[in-house]
Every structure is written in C-alpha cells, then in structure tokens.
C-alpha cells in the first residue's frame, strides 16, 4: 500500500473521512487472529476480555509498528474504550510509536442539535489532526468520490447476501471475502467483491436448499469460524440474512446523499443499522430485527455469542424471548475462539436444533 | 502510646452504628416515598444525582448500592442465579445479575424485591458503559423512560468541549424530570445539595487522611462501608453530618492509640471494586500477618478528579451544574491508564505504600482491562511490588480465597526482602 495505512477500530470507523485525505483504513475485526496463540496480548489483556479485543491488541503488537502508521478508535464498549492506551504501552515496550487519535462519538442524545455539534467538532479535530501529520489536505470533492467508494463497496457487499441466501455461495466464503475487504483499499476491494458477484451470481439456484432446509438468520458481532459455518449450512441452513456486527450491521447504511462529513457522520450513526454499541439504535433493535426475520422469510434466528461481549449479551435474553412470542425459533451459540476445537459439540447442537425445526 | 486493636468486631464503633441506622433509614425512605407517590428515579452511582434534589418529593435509589449491599450480607447469590436462569450469563456483571434477579421476573409472596418502582432510569456510562445496558434490561419490564448520560472517556484532564457535552445533557435531564413531575427545577436547592456533597467530601478526605498514620488509622474494609452514605444519600444533610463526626470519631482513636491493626507491617494499595463477600474475612486474615490494605483506589477517588488525588473543591461562585459536570469523571471508571497511573502514584507518595494488590475483576472490564500494564507501570517506574489476584467484586462463586492469599502472601515476602 502506497497511502499510509491507519488501523481502526472498533465496528463502524468513519473510514470515507481517512481515504478522502489519501490515507489507507484499515478496520481491525481480526477474524483471521481469533485462532492463534496470542502471546502478544496475554502481557497485556486478560483472558475475560472478548475476543475481539485480545486478537485485536494481539494483531497490532505483532505487526502494527511495521505495518501502520497510526491506529485511530472511538468509543464503543468498556473493554474497547481502554485499549488505545493499552496498544501505545505495548508499542513503546517494543520501542516502537505511531500516531494515534480518538474520538468520542455520542453513544446517545445523537437526535439532538447539542449532540450533533459535539461529533461535527470531533470529524474537524480528527481531520486537522490527520492533515497536519500526515501533510495532507481535506477536500469536499475527495471525500464525496470516497463515499461514493464505500458505498458501492457495501452495495456489493448486500448483493453478495442475497447471493448466499439464494444458494450461489456459501456464507463461510461470503464471510471471508467481506473480511478481507476491510483489509486492502477500498478501489480494490470494490475490485474483488465485483469479481465474485461475477463468479457467485448465476451460480444461484431458483429454489436453494431442499425439502428439509431451514432459512436462517445469523445474529451476532462475528460471524461462527468457516468450519462452524459449514458445520451450520451442512446441517441443513440456509443463511437468508445475518445481524452480524462486521457484516450487515457494517454495510447496511450509507447516507443517501452527499453532505458535508460532520453532518455525513451524523447521519452515519443516528440512522445506522441497530447494534448494541449503538445506545440511541437499541430501541429499534427488536423491530429492525424483526424485519430481517420476515423480509427474509427466515424460520430461525441463530445468536452467536461473544463470550465476554456483555453488550450482545444483556440483548441476547430479551431478543430471544420477543422472538419466540413471535413464533420464531432461536438458538444461543457462544464462540469464543476455541470454537475449532469443540466443532463436534457445535455440530450436535445445530443438528438438534435443525431436527426441532422439522420436527416442532 | 501504646497502640491498641480497636473495638472487637462483634463491637460496632459509633461510626458504624450509625451507618446501620443510616442504610436502615434510607431503605425505609425509599419504600414509603414510593407508597405516599413521591417520583422514584433509578440512578447510576455517578449519576450527578444533586440535580434531582432541585425538585420536591424526588426520591434516588441505587441499583448498584443494592446490588453490593446484597452481596455484603450474602444475600447475592440466589439473586445472581435467578437472572441466570433468566438466561443472561454468569460472564455479566455480578451486580446487574443481583439487580436483575432482584427485580426481573416473578417472585414467591414472601419475596420483598429489591427497591420501589422507577418512574425514571437514569444510567451513566462514566462508571460503565455496560450499565446503560444492564438499565435497558430495567426499562423493558418497567416500560418506564430511560435517560442516558453519556460522559467522554477521559485519556486527558477534561476537555471544555466534554464538560460543555455533559451540561447540556444535565440540561436536557432537567427538561425531562420538569416534563415528569410538572414541577420547575430550582438551581439553590440544588447548589445546597451540592455545597453539602462538597463539605461531605471535605470531611471524608480528612477521614482517608488518616491512613497516613502510622500505624493506619483506617482500613479501606472501613472506607469501603462508610461510602454508601455518599452513594444513597448524596446531597442530604445526614452525609455531611456522619462524615464530619466519622473524622472527628477517627482523629480521636488515632490520639488515642487506637488503631486497626495495630502491629502493621505492610501497608497496602487496593486496585478495584471492594471485594463486597471478603470484607470481615480478607481484613482478618491480612491483619493476622501484620498487613492492612490502608487505600484504595476505589474510595480514594470520591471528592477528586480524574487522575486526582487531593479534594476538588466547589467554588461556590460557580454555577452548581457546571461543578457537577466537571467532577463527573471522579471515579476511577472513566479515565484510562495515564491518570490512573498518576491517581495511583500519588497515593503511593502520599500515603506510604509498601505493596499493591491489583484485583483483577471479572465483573467490571473497565476497572481491570488495564491493570497489567498498570502493575508494570508501578512496579518499573515506582518500584513497588505488586501483586494480581482473581476477583468478582459481588459473586463469590469466582473467587478462590487460598489463591488469593497465596499471591498476597508472596507480595509480602517481596516487602520483607527489599527491607
């Protein structure tokens, strides 16, 4: 990568803000670190925080100073918001710095003017700050042409569901492939994701799935490993749609129309797909979910829990009951990295859980 | 002098007496508030709660305090497992499980609950921002509003822009409760509660002035119980009156040679929430071996602000509102590992600390998700040893007390040898 490259984390970055001043985002879900020994972060993190966050900070301390030159985040969650501080220690006992930035973003009352203007002042600090270390400048015009990147790349990204839901492609390979979207520039990810529309479309049956398939939804902040995910379509799933953080929740919402980037940011959160990150988005959560539920014609919806991720898991009991009010079946499977290693259990319980739909 | 132990623990001090009567009294207050009508607001335990007293027959309860106070008497773990069984998981926080089991579901007839309904929820992600998620759960079963105070995480000294953020919130709070009760805030009824909270905070660092006697005057045990009468009933007369006569009550033990642990070998820095189900156990066994934890980060932080140590005063001159969001970053919670360093290395200075113990807490990320770098910190740049040990602040079933005390215990073999 030519563009100095700045990690991000976590979820939703206002990564547009960064490509339009030449710089490369990079978001940091390290799905592809879940699975390693992370000797980096044990110095550091203990092993009740999530997962996200161990093989994030386990990422950035082995290849962050060679790799990036600056790590920007936002507040999200409790384990999160300590991190940036965390990495820059790690760092400097390496004898290594880089740039780093943060910035708050409302997590409620992002519905009133006060609140909008605190976040306005926070994209123009960040970019000040971003132009004066990396000598580059902001224009409108960048910024517009990046948006319109990001968009068309999340475009793609939700036709690519629908492919998998139509049986042209297998969740663990959409999966991977928006994953390591969020890992090269954006031009370039565009590039792969219309590639495989390309390969994956016409690849679709009429009628995924046979007789005994079920249609579900996935829910969670990422999605199973590939194994756990062949293990759920094997069993006789069909994915039609998926509530997870690094996938749907990611791509759902771009602003509709060119704006200047406080007010795009603005727009950016207040009206983004409901996560639990996202306080002022927790009251539509059910609703939105819901939706997904029957815009997809799911019969299930198959929770994916984050161990230690105690956002998802305080929404987790109330969602499940709601749904099952509905008439819609629901599963709890926690991942905690180690999930490779207890793929047989995960195997018993999703094939139970596909029996009890056939057989109510 | 000759120092002495101080009064059996089958005794209570005068101090403690009245903390009885005062939990006793407010729980009271509470229930009968409630039954008269008076508008029940359930408050995180930073929620600048002085603001409500800008209005009449408004009643504070802390769903927090009831959650540690559970788990003081033992009373937590039936509370933890029903919310288990609810389906949310032993990896939450143990005190949204007590307040969750306390409160969510169905009940036996002989059951009393927990604190009398909310009209309001008022959560703050300044301690914890899992909280706001934990009240959430609150306003699904009680269909009641929830407020959420949103408060920048501190890497710096507070911002103007954050303090400018926070009191428009305050703001917007006061419109609401305006809008909920039909009544007209009254900013001098709340600049009293807050020039009382101020004047208790007063008396309450002269009181943790003590533990830099030597012996100690205190024990953090004791700072640990004494602050729920600033977490129930901040801004009441009542605070600032049982901490000026908890000072007074101290100064006079220490005159007169009266002292926790009288024999004091180690004295020791407390990292995190109190371990609510350890008090009596913990300060006895510590006190057997010569040691007492003399601070803690925990009840160190009340008065201060971010990165802290010595009282934050209130100007009277300065609008009430404004002081209340200057100091919501008080606690430990809300700022990261810099000021926690700085907070940490004064009481280490101040106070005389031989040795930390850093409770790693399962329950609260905030407060631990840094403490390795922490005890590095301390240990490289301060050179005090340090010692981690595995903790919940309110569920039992994760503490391991031999365990514990076996780290402990070699963190005292480390003192001994750098004498």
């Known amino acids: ?360 | 002098m000759h120092a002495s132990s101080r009064t059996p623990a089958t005794q209570k001090s005068p101090s403690a007496r009245r903390l009885t009567s005062l939990i006793v009294s407010n729980t009271a207050r509470l229930h009968d508030a409630r039954k008269r009508g008076d508008f029940v607001i359930w408050a995180a335990i930073c929620a600048p709660v002085e603001i409500f007293k800008g209005f009449e027959h408004v009643i504070v309860a802390i769903p927090e305090n009831f959650s540690a106070m559970s788990a003081g008497k033992g009373v937590a773990l039936p509370l933890a497992q029903r919310a288990e069984s609810l389906g949310y998981s032993m990896d939450l926080c143990s005190y949204a499980r007590i307040g969750i089991g306390a409160e969510i579901g169905t009940r036996d007839a002989l059951d009393p609950g927990g604190l009398p309904k909310p009209d309001l929820l008022v959560s703050d992600t300044n301690n914890c921002s899992l909280l706001v998620k934990w009240f959430e759960v609150y306003r699904q079963e009680f269909s009641v509003p929830h407020f959420i105070l949103d408060v920048p995480f501190c890497y710096d000294v507070q911002q103007p822009k954050d303090l400018e953020y926070i009191l428009h919130q305050f703001k917007a709070l006061i419109t609401v409760v305006e809008q909920m009760t039909g009544q007209t805030f009254d900013i001098e009824k709340c600049r009293a509660a807050v020039e009382c909270t101020d004047h208790a905070n007063k008396y309450w660092k002269e009181y943790l002035g003590f533990a830099t006697n030597r012996p100690s005057g205190i024990t953090a045990f004791d700072t640990f119980a004494q602050m729920a009468p600033f977490v129930m009933l901040r801004g009441e007369p009542e605070v600032l009156e049982h901490y000026k006569l908890l000072a007074e009550e101290t100064r006079e033990n220490v005159s007169a040679g009266v002292f926790p642990v009288p024999r004091e070998k180690y004295r020791l820095l407390w990292d995190n929430i109190a371990p609510w189900h350890q008090l009596r156990a913990m300060r006895e066994r510590l006190a057997a071996l010569g040691a007492n934890i003399v601070h803690a980060t925990y009840t160190s932080c009340i008065g201060t602000v971010e990165g802290g140590f010595f009282h934050h005063p209130y100007d009277v001159r300065t609008d009430p509102l404004v002081h209340l969001a200057r100091i919501q970053n008080f606690s430990v919670c809300p700022y990261g590992l810099s000021l926690r360093f700085e907070a940490m290395a004064a009481i280490i200075k101040n106070v005389g600390i031989d040795g930390v113990i850093l409770a790693s807490n399962r329950s609260c990320k905030v407060y631990s998700i840094m403490q390795m770098d922490l005890q590095r910190m301390i240990t490289e740049n301060l050179g005090i040893p340090c010692a981690m040990i595995d903790m919940d602040h309110a569920d039992i079933r994760k503490y391991d007390e031999e365990s514990a005390f076996l780290r402990i215990e070699s963190l005292l073999d480390v003192i001994d040898q750098r004498r």
């Not at chain 1, 036709?159 to 297998?170: E, N, P, T």
């Not at chain 1, 979207?181 to 954006?186: D, F, Q, W």
């Not at chain 1, 194994?227 to 509709?256: K, L, W, Y």
């Not at chain 1, 983004?272 to 029957?294: K, N, W």
């Open chain 1, 1 to 360: 990568m030519d563009r100095p490259c700045i990690a991000c984390f976590p979820l939703y970055p206002p990564v547009e803000l960064f490509h339009a001043l030449g710089l490369t985002p990079v978001v940091l879900w390290s799905v592809e670190e879940r699975a390693r020994p992370m000797h980096a972060t044990d110095k550091h993190v203990q092993n009740f925080a999530c997962l996200l966050s161990r093989a994030l900070v386990n990422a950035f301390l082995q290849e962050g100073a060679g790799r990036y030159a600056g790590v920007f985040s936002y507040n999200a969650c409790d384990t999160l918001r300590n991190l940036p501080e965390i990495i820059d220690a790690g760092m400097q006992k390496r004898g290594a710095r880089c740039f780093s930035s943060r910035i708050h973003v409302p997590a409620s009352h992002l519905d009133k003017p006060f609140a909008q203007a605190y976040l306005n002042r926070e994209i123009s600090q960040l970019v000040a700050r971003l132009e004066e270390t990396f000598s580059v400048s902001f224009s409108h015009e960048l910024f517009k042409k990046s948006v319109d990147l990001y968009r068309e790349a999340r475009s793609i990204i939700m036709q690519l569901g629908k492919v998998v839901a139509s049986g042209g492609m297998r969740f663990e390979t959409y999966s991977e492939l928006v994953h390591e979207s969020y890992l090269v520039p954006v031009e370039q990810s565009v590039h792969r994701l219309k590639a495989a529309i390309d390969k994956y479309a016409p690849l679709c049956e009429r009628k995924p799935g046979n007789g005994t398939s079920h249609r579900a939804i996935l829910s969670g902040i990422l999605p199973p490993s590939g194994p756990a995910c062949r293990i759920i379509e094997e069993a006789g799933f069909i994915i039609v749609g998926n509530d997870i953080a690094s996938m749907h929740r990611s791509v759902q919402h771009t602003p509709a129309r060119y704006m200047d980037a406080g007010s795009y940011y603005v727009d950016f959160y207040l009206h983004h797909f409901p996560c639990p990150t996202l306080f002022l988005s927790a009251s539509r959560r059910m609703e939105t979910l819901t939706a997904l539920v029957e815009e997809n014609k799911a019969d299930c919806v198959i929770f994916i829990g984050e161990k230690f991720c105690e956002y998802e898991y305080f929404e987790i009991p109330y969602l499940m009951d709601q749904m099952r009010a509905k008439g819609i079946k629901t599963m709890l499977l926690e991942i905690s990295g180690d999930e490779n290693a207890t793929l047989a259990s995960i195997k018993g319980r999703v094939e139970a859980f596909h029996e009890l739909l056939r057989n109510p």
